[in-house]
């Protein structure tokens, strides 16, 4: 049965299409991949689909009959779930009263039914295989975790559409393999689900079809019945181009320059650094000048930890910090700016960036809080700047008066980057930089880390997702429980070396134990 | 493993803080007020601690909910107004009256609510200037105090029932059943999500407006409240009676640990800010403080309440950065 149908769905904001011809199929029992790239108009069709938005036109049929979503109050009669990709939890509140958030039972004389509702949220957690006390507060638990909760909240609605909008974004290979197998579950009950990634590895496993879209419009699809698992068949649905060849470097090239980066020396040498609880134990590493280095391991493990001591956030910790060869006790953001320490955050709508702001006025803050000498600001001088950091970034489109907001994901991200390049930085430490960003752009920032390594600057990188760091690392310290427990060099660093290394486990040659991609391409 | 969350939870409340600060006050009043634990001090206090107590509920509520309401103060002012105008000897005017009162007070909630809810203009914006329309409307009124209250009207509110329940108490713990009650109800969770993260309610199917007008209403019920214990207390209609409890109110409720931002903090915690104001103006009262001095001095203490509230988040920010 065809539970969700959606042909030509139109939809512009103030002047801007976002979807122009928008075609969609759903049949019940199967996991229908939806790609494309950044502001195609996924997230919009998700939410035109789930009630959230009206469309200006086309046309929509649930369960075979033709409906007129009004609000989401409908689609959740229509038993229609949707993960959200910008959460939509309430920080004060306990995770079981977000599960139960708009939908609370009430039992006589309309007073609320608090013990079903913990226990609903308890049993949608344990589907999950989620171990966190359903009482905790959502502000008090980790981003992972509170896209589980996101992903809990639309599972306990018990729905017969679910629709997944980059469910894994923040989760790391454990978290992702239990939400497949919770995927795989549902299907075998006849759930319809609509699976939105760019992570295609992960549309390739665990889709039964996918669907493309490229600015706007329906542009393809691929049914894994007949077709081959293979992400090279997605690329180019969605850029619609060839396959471009990646831009790793050969090793010989690569050593070569390994080798003449030796003799400039240390950007950043860390000696015995730690930090109460645990949370750090004695990180010690050098960073050469013009190097990329990576930080690897399962999520939390004290990556990025390391990065906010560097830029200054977090204080309190023991052993030395040297940069460029002298010794420095960072006293505070400013003052790691100063030194040419630039943290570009993960969370870039929360920390990196001013939404409501211009993309001239983001690009100049740091710019700006750094100004010594003339009581006037150059203008002149700063706007050249900013163009040039928007032309090296490659920002679409290159209009510095645009607000931020309205850019797309992909290209906010560009404009975090821009914003650090204006001060040209010495060390550039990146908090995965490509949560969430499309398959084109994220070859961008990484022409962008190449570009600034080959210049001198030195980048420490942090990625949740292992394929990064094979593409961009010159060296990856695998970090696990506040240690480094492993260095990775050159060649060496491949899928299965890193998977192994995160989880601790030394079985150097032998197959990756359960974890990661398993799609049989070779890394 | 429960204990434990209890006990965390118990520091971790936002109205932990303002707790301490109310032992400290209790104290400290206790030492420069005669009496104050005599039966008759008890029954005075209440009848001033009880209007600020129930228009800093008022307060809380719109605060929970992500406004603030700065027509309250002009609200209860009107309300007497319209009150001791039309009161007449007779019960039944006695009742009717009453009713209309509370009536009245909805209203003037009820309209902050719908603009706020179904328009969206800032609610600072939008309730100052209901609070002059409010205040224009009472002094066209009753230019001077005045008006008529019969004598068994206001005398009710300094009764003791039964020989041990003031009668100001007695409306206090109406207005506390009425916080029970509301703790068990959909749309008072859903208040909280509203004022904690609107497009969070927004995408879970929360009527949001629906849910603004419904925190407006609620604050209208302890406006009402407000408004008869004014009566009593004054016994005249006076388009300036309410004009304190505006900003006291909200100073009230940020004492006792509401956040400005919504979505945080409790009724219990409301309660200990309208006991710390009471109590505040009491001390000030009793320790010989130059009038002069006097509204200095209470906010200095305001301040100082405020400090006692920043103790955990400036502790949590110190250690983690």
Not at chain 1, 32 to 46: I, Q, R
Not at chain 1, 220 to 235: P, S, Y
Not at chain 2, 6 to 12: D, H, K, P
């Amino acid at each position: 049965m065809t539970v969700l149908e959606a042909k030509h769905i139109r939809k512009s904001f103030v002047g801007v299409r976002a979807l122009s011809d928008a075609n969609f199929a759903l049949r019940a029992g199967e996991v229908c991949g939806l790609v494309g790239a950044n502001g195609s108009g996924k997230t919009t069709f998700a939410r035109i689909v789930s009630g959230l938005l009206m469309p200006d036109g086309g046309e929509l049929r649930l369960y075979e009959k033709p409906v007129n979503l009004r609000s989401h109050l409908d689609a959740e009669r229509s038993r229609m779930a949707m993960v959200h990709q910008n959460l939509s939890l309430v920080p004060e509140m306990t995770i079981w009263e977000n599960i139960a958030l708009g939908r609370e039972k009430t039992g006589s004389l309309a007073l609320l039914d608090n013990r079903g509702a913990v226990a609903q949220a308890e049993k949608a957690m344990e589907t999950i295989s989620v171990k966190i006390s359903v009482h905790e507060r959502v502000k008090n638990i980790s981003p992972d975790e509170k896209q589980l909760v996101e992903i809990g909240k639309a599972l306990a609605k018990d729905p017969r559409i679910l629709i997944l909008d980059e469910p894994t974004a923040s989760l790391d290979f454990h978290q992702v393999e239990s939400l497949f197998r919770a995927v795989r579950e549902l299907k075998e009950r006849g759930v319809a689900i609509v699976f939105i990634s760019h992570r295609l590895w992960e549309v390739a496993k665990i889709c039964d079809r996918l669907v493309a879209f490229r600015n706007g419009e329906t542009v393809g699809e691929l049914d894994f019945a007949v077709q081959e698992r293979n992400e090279k068949l997605i690329i180019p649905l969605i850029t619609g181009q060839e396959v471009r060849e990646k831009v790793r470097k050969g090793s010989a090239e690569r050593e070569k320059e390994i080798a003449g980066r030796s003799e400039r020396g240390f950007a950043l040498e860390l000696r015995g650094v730690s930090l109460d609880g645990g949370r750090l134990t004695d990180v010690s590493f050098s960073l050469r000048r013009g190097e990329v280095l990576g930080l690897g391991g399962l999520q939390g493990q004290g990556q990025e930890e390391i990065l906010m001591i560097l830029a200054g956030y977090l204080k309190g910790y023991s052993g030395e910090i040297r940069v460029n060869g002298k010794p420095l006790a960072l006293r505070n953001t400013r003052h790691a700016i100063r030194q040419g320490i630039a943290l570009i955050p993960g969370d870039r709508q929360k920390e990196g960036l001013f939404l409501e702001h211009s993309v001239l006025s983001n690009i100049l803050y740091p710019k700006v809080s750094m100004h010594r000498g003339t009581f006037f600001l150059p203008r002149g001088r700063y706007q050249k700047l900013a163009s040039g950091a928007i032309d090296t970034v490659s920002l679409v489109p290159p209009n510095p008066r645009l607000i931020v907001s309205q850019l797309s994901g992909g290209n906010q991200q560009k404009v975090v980057f821009g914003k650090w390049l204006a001060l040209s930085p010495n060390v550039l430490l990146l908090n995965d930089p490509t949560k969430g960003v499309d398959v084109g752009t994220r070859q961008n920032v990484y022409e962008i880390i190449s570009g600034l390594a080959e210049k001198g600057t030195s980048v420490l990188l942090y990625a949740s997702d292992n394929e990064e760091l094979i593409d961009n690392c010159d060296r990856v310290f695998i970090v696990f429980e506040g240690r480094i427990v492993k260095e990775i060099c050159g060649d060496e660093i491949t899928e299965e070396r890193l998977v192994v290394a995160s989880l601790n486990v030394e079985h150097s040659g032998e197959k990756s134990p359960g974890a990661g991609r398993q799609d049989g391409r070779s890394p | 493993m429960k204990a434990h969350r209890v006990v965390r939870g118990l520091l971790q409340n936002s109205s932990f803080p303002s707790f301490l600060m109310l032992v400290l006050l209790i104290i400290l009043n206790a030492i420069i007020q005669p009496g104050f634990f005599s039966f008759q001090v008890f029954r005075m206090n209440f009848m001033t601690f009880t209007p600020l107590i129930l228009v800093s509920l008022a307060q809380a509520t719109v605060i929970l909910v992500g406004a603030v309401d700065l027509s309250l103060g002009a609200g209860i002012s009107l309300v007497t107004v319209v009150m001791a105008s039309l009161m007449q000897d007779s019960t039944l005017s006695m009742v009717l009256v009453t009713l209309l009162g509370v009536a009245a007070a909805l209203f003037l909630s009820l309209f902050n609510g719908f603009f706020i809810g179904y328009i969206g203009p800032p609610p600072l914006i939008m309730t100052f200037a209901t609070s002059t329309m409010w205040f224009g409307t009472a002094l066209l009124i009753m230019p001077t105090p005045g008006g008529h209250i019969p004598q068994a009207y206001y005398m009710v509110y300094g009764k003791t029932l039964a020989g041990f329940l003031p009668v100001p108490v007695l409306i206090l713990l109406v207005a506390v059943a009425f916080c029970l009650l509301l703790g068990r109800i959909k749309a008072f969770r859903h208040l909280y999500a509203v004022g904690g993260s609107e497009r969070a309610a927004r995408a879970s199917g929360i009527n949001v407006a629906g849910t603004k007008i419904f925190a407006f209403f609620v604050s209208g019920v302890f406006i009402a409240l407000a408004a008869l214990c004014v009566v009593g207390q004054t016994a005249t209609g006076d388009a300036r009676s309410g004009q304190g409890f505006t900003l006291n109110s909200v100073a009230a409720a940020v004492i006792g640990g509401i956040a400005f931002s919504g979505g945080k903090g409790n009724y219990v915690g409301a309660i200990i800010g309208g006991i710390i104001l009471g109590l505040l103006i009491n001390i000030i009262y009793f320790a010989n403080i130059t009038s002069f001095y006097q509204e200095f001095m209470k906010g200095v203490i305001i301040i100082v309440a405020l400090l006692f509230g920043a103790v955990p988040r400036l502790r949590r920010e110190l250690s983690h950065h």
